[in-house]
């Protein structure tokens, strides 16, 4: 008779194994000129940072040129660590010379954003190395968030000359995602007491023949505040006849209020302004404490560029002119009468 042995079992446990999603890692392109790091760069450090995760910067230039900047942003708040390159080829930084090392440095890390400021520069940069890579890329972007859960990023950004705000989600099925920021929409980042980012050279990527030559640059010097950080911006448009006119109406009221000079694109098309002062969808885009416009009518490219203005103020002969529609104060007149009354009361 065969003896029967209870055998008990044991309860087996199962373990799941889920993977999770990558926290956020953001490569900024910090742009420099004159040995400072530009404004714009730091705005789009602060958008980084609202992503939720560690922050990257990399910094090219010429020999001599980088090595200041890197100690500039390592000691900004949010940046975890800089990476820097240096060559002569990089004198002008032509995309098509920084496009290669970017896209090394992103395939050699484990960056899930890359991030820098709207200017022309990065305009030109970014969407070539996001090409490469075969990824899309947002532009001129307002806000972001970042869903950690689910790796997707949501953008806003201005379309049809600002009248219309877009919502953009990046998924998960883009696991690199390219956006430049405007760098009125956020603050910029600051100075962080005792921060000291760790710096790391890249080896550098020799561009074969570039198809572009860099002749000259010109920049226009001023005494005044830059156009695109100015807190007080006056400007001027088509209704001040010429470039002499122009020059010695606004000049006085800047002087007075501290204030960089803008223009509208019917102004600068005249010849009255530089290029480089004029506001509007396919100029400077703008967002000062107060936006003095004067004879500027109100065209639809010029308010994209200046209507998130905290005080905007329009002088205009015109009662029906479309600047009096987002103008917070408006004034029927003569801006030739106007403008010298007014600077002498500010000079009292």
Same mark, same amino acid.
């Given at each position: 008779?065969?003896?029967? +042995?209870?055998?008990?079992?044991?309860?087996?446990?199962?373990? +799941?194994?889920?993977?999770?999603?990558?926290?956020?890692?953001?490569?900024?392109?910090?742009?420099?000129?004159?040995?400072?790091?530009?404004?714009?760069?730091?705005?789009?450090?602060?958008?980084?940072?609202?992503?939720?995760?560690?922050?990257?910067?990399?910094?090219?230039?010429?020999?001599?040129?980088?090595?200041?900047?890197?100690?500039?942003?390592?000691?900004?708040?949010?940046?975890?660590?800089?990476?820097?390159?240096?060559?002569?080829?990089?004198?002008?930084?032509?995309?098509?010379?920084?496009?290669?090392?970017?896209?090394?440095?992103?395939?050699?890390?484990?960056?899930?954003?890359?991030?820098?400021?709207?200017?022309?520069?990065?305009?030109?940069?970014?969407? +070539?190395?996001?090409?490469?890579?075969?990824?899309?890329?947002?532009?001129?972007?307002?806000?972001?968030?970042?869903?950690?859960?689910?790796?997707?990023?949501?953008?806003?950004?201005?379309?049809?000359?600002?009248?219309?705000?877009?919502?953009?989600?990046?998924?998960?099925?883009?696991?690199?995602?390219?956006?430049?920021?405007?760098?009125?929409?956020?603050?910029?980042?600051?100075?962080?007491?005792?921060?000291?980012?760790?710096?790391?050279?890249?080896?550098?990527?020799?561009?074969?023949?570039?198809?572009?030559?860099?002749?000259?640059?010109?920049?226009?010097?001023?005494? +005044?505040?830059?156009?695109?950080?100015?807190?007080?911006?006056?400007?001027?448009?088509?209704?001040?006849?010429?470039?002499?006119?122009?020059?010695?109406?606004?000049?006085?009221?800047?002087?007075?209020?501290?204030?960089?000079?803008?223009?509208?694109?019917?102004?600068?098309?005249?010849?009255?302004?530089?290029?480089?002062?004029?506001?509007?969808?396919?100029?400077?885009?703008?967002?000062?404490?107060?936006?003095?416009?004067?004879?500027?009518?109100?065209?639809?490219?010029?308010?994209?560029?200046?209507?998130?203005?905290?005080?905007?103020?329009?002088?205009?002969?015109?009662?029906?002119?479309?600047?009096?529609?987002?103008?917070?104060?408006?004034?029927?007149?003569?801006?030739?009468?106007?403008?010298?009354?007014?600077?002498?009361?500010?000079?009292?």
């Amino acid at each position: 008779m065969l003896g029967l +042995r209870r055998v008990a079992r044991l309860p087996i446990s199962r373990v +799941r194994c889920y993977a999770s999603a990558p926290s956020p890692h953001a490569l900024l392109f910090i742009e420099h000129r004159s040995g400072a790091i530009e404004s714009g760069s730091l705005s789009a450090l602060t958008a980084a940072s609202q992503l939720g995760g560690s922050v990257t910067g990399i910094v090219v230039g010429v020999p001599g040129e980088v090595e200041p900047i890197v100690e500039s942003a390592r000691k900004l708040k949010g940046i975890s660590a800089v990476l820097h390159a240096t060559s002569p080829q990089f004198k002008a930084s032509l995309p098509e010379a920084v496009a290669p090392l970017l896209k090394q440095a992103i395939e050699s890390g484990s960056f899930t954003h890359v991030v820098s400021a709207h200017t022309s520069s990065a305009k030109s940069i970014l969407p +070539r190395v996001a090409a490469l890579l075969d990824v899309p890329a947002v532009s001129d972007v307002t806000s972001v968030s970042h869903d950690e859960a689910s790796s997707s990023t949501t953008f806003t950004r201005p379309i049809y000359a600002g009248n219309a705000i877009a919502t953009v989600k990046a998924s998960d099925a883009i696991p690199l995602k390219f956006f430049t920021v405007r760098s009125t929409a956020f603050e910029a980042a600051p100075v962080a007491n005792g921060a000291s980012a760790e710096a790391k050279a890249l080896d550098i990527v020799d561009a074969a023949k570039l198809p572009t030559e860099h002749i000259k640059t010109t920049i226009t010097k001023s005494d +005044r505040p830059e156009l695109g950080v100015a807190s007080r911006v006056v400007s001027g448009g088509r209704a001040l006849k010429d470039a002499d006119t122009f020059n010695k109406t606004l000049e006085p009221l800047a002087d007075v209020l501290g204030a960089a000079i803008g223009a509208s694109r019917a102004a600068v098309d005249a010849g009255y302004a530089d290029n480089s002062l004029q506001v509007g969808q396919t100029g400077k885009v703008v967002a000062p404490e107060l936006y003095i416009a004067l004879g500027i009518s109100g065209a639809i490219q010029h308010l994209a560029g200046m209507k998130d203005s905290k005080l905007i103020v329009a002088v205009n002969k015109d009662a029906d002119a479309p600047i009096f529609q987002v103008a917070d104060v408006g004034l029927v007149a003569d801006l030739f009468e106007v403008v010298p009354e007014l600077v002498e009361k500010l000079k009292k």
